[in-house]
């Protein structure tokens, strides 16, 4: 079960967000394996490196555009968009709407763990308006649930190395991106995967505080700095973020906090045959590009 093999010849693929990290790696994995498919990109002419036949060109907003690229599709890879709370949700549903107006038999959405209508976290909404559209379109669907990615621990630090927020000390199941893909690739592959929805998380709980601990044990200049929610949304307010996206920003610290991502799955496991990959061992493979 755990291995990528060519899929049978009704299996049509697209992936959305070939441009994006996910969506660019997902081709490419899908390429390794000699999976043949298409992507979907706002600009198929500033996307490089991935395997797809051909990219289509066209937004979430874009029916006409969908509708083009989404003919004679079987399987619809749906990577989440970023954006406007609610605005993205009514997006990603456009994409269903149209899905289903091509009879795509099947569609995979790449979701979040803390889905809920009272999760701290703006986009959770989102994704749990998206996929009950997608429940309720009549198409047969995989729910790909991820938790927060290790990888954009680093990201997350100021010039000067600083980590800054609330919920230093709420437990996440971190997992890579690349295990994510990895996932996803192993359903995309398969028609039989049908109305399921996995979790998708790494092998240990850790509060971001913890894992910035083991980064800098690794050597990496980062640290951690526990901040209120005022003082928090003051300095983030000062750069000219918009409300919304402090809103966002402020959220994913109080998600972590409040236990939302404290939750681990065999799930990775399951569809790859592999133990998802540690965040000491992921950095430590890393280590000498991130120390330039």
Known sequence: MNALSIPVSNNKILV???????????????????????????DPQAVSETGCQHIF??????????????QGINTLFLVSISGKPF???RQQCNVIDSAVRNKVDRIIYLS??????TSSFPYSADHLLTEAHLRQSGVSYVILRDSFYMDLIPDMA??????????????????SRLDVCRAACRVI???LI??????????????????ISQLQFLGLQISWCEETMAEARAWRLATGASEWEVDV?????EAMGSGELSSLSNDILKLTGREPISLREYFSNLRPSLNG
């Not at 070939?18 to 706002?42: C, E, P």
């Not at 979040?112 to 209508?117: H, L, Q, R």
């Open 194 to 211: 049908i109305n399921r929805t996995f979790n998708l998380t790494g092998p240990e709980l850790l509060s971001l505080e913890e894992a």
């Open 112 to 117: 979040f763990m803390s889905a809920s209508a």
């Open 249 to 253: 920003w402020l959220g994913s610290y």
């Open 189 to 191: 592959a398969d028609p």
């Open 87 to 89: 605005d993205r949700a």
């Open 57 to 70: 060109a066209g937004d979430y907003a874009d029916g006409a555009a969908l509708d083009i690229a989404l």
């Open 158 to 175: 100021n010039t000067s190395g600083q980590v800054k927020g609330p919920g230093g000390d709420g437990k996440v199941g971190w997992v």
């Open 16 to 42: 959305t967000g070939v441009s994006g990290n996910v969506g660019k790696k997902v081709s490419l994995l899908l390429h390794s394996a000699g999976i043949s498919h298409y992507g979907f990109a706002r």
